[in-house]
């Protein structure tokens, strides 16, 4: 993965600069921010698009709920082995785009983050399956609220977090160990675990991730260098909205 952090000693900038400084972090953070929230919105308008073609109350041969069918179409996406290009192609392109997104152009990079965003979204259509759409948007903007305010915090405050990302890695490595763990003992009170402490642990990715990229900021940029790592940028906190998202879901989302 390509690192854009900036290695070296920096000359401190005279205080007449500083204003010229700020203002290009200021507008490279927004940067982030839109791209992340475009991001999003594509997953969005993805995961619902597809639920609402692969559905019907017109009886079928696949009855999912007393009132509610699949088409044809999802038959094929959530019952087929498709389901699995489904679940495993938005991994192979986050990694793809981790890796390479240092030889991409700028647009490229954001090209290939808006195809992985919106495959995330077909992958996650089936959250509409298993929660009620009140539950979802409720879940939605209590996340949309955290994440907000642990953003800020990590984008304002004086205190130095870099201590956490080892952490907070050694947290996701946890989590996701526990997760293949519990597909085989199917554990109601182990998945309710899983699900706290990953609040947790991506509550204190946002902030992390946020004073990492700020960090990240260097006024010396070209503008391609900037375009990249603010892709990169809008890729963490996206992924930190997301999985903080979810396991809120599992945690408080009602089931249909």
């Known amino acids: ?28 953070m927004l940067k982030v921010y839109n791209l992340m929230a475009g991001g999003l919105a594509l ?35 959530f019952m087929s082995p498709l389901k699995w290009v489904l679940m495993l192609a938005p991994l192979a392109m986050v990694f ?10 700028v647009q490229a990079a954001q090209a290939t983050f808006w195809t992985y965003a919106t495959m995330v979204g077909l992958s ?17 903007f209590i996340t949309a609220a955290s994440f907000g305010a642990l953003s800020l915090w990590g984008y304002t405050t004086k205190r130095d977090i870099s201590g956490w990302g080892s952490f ?4 996701v490595i946890g989590i996701v160990i526990a997760m293949v763990v519990n597909i085989f003992l199917a554990s109601p009170a182990l998945q309710f675990a ?5 609040v947790l642990v991506f509550a204190g990715l946002t902030a992390y991730d946020t004073q990492q990229i700020k960090e990240m900021y260097y006024e010396g940029d070209g503008s391609a260098v900037m375009g990249r790592k603010a892709v990169m940028g809008a890729l963490r906190l996206y992924l930190d909205f997301l999985n903080m998202f979810l396991f809120l879901l599992q945690l408080f989302g009602n089931r249909e």
């Open 124 to 140: 996650l259509s089936t959250i509409f399956l298993v929660y009620t759409q009140e539950s979802i948007t409720q879940v939605f």
């Open 96 to 105: 793809f785009l981790s890796f390479r997104v240092h030889k991409m152009s």
């Open 1 to 28: 993965m390509a690192d854009y952090r900036n290695a070296g000693a920096r000359t401190v900038p005279a205080a007449g600069t500083r204003a010229d400084i700020d203002q290009g972090l200021r507008s490279y």
């Open 43 to 77: 997953t969005g308008v993805a995961a619902y698009a597809l639920y609402s073609m692969s559905v019907t109350g017109e009886v079928t041969a696949y009855q999912v709920r007393p009132d509610l069918y699949l088409t044809e179409l999802g038959y094929t996406v």
């Open 194 to 198: 899983i699900s706290a402490i990953g």
């Open 168 to 171: 907070l890695f050694m947290g």
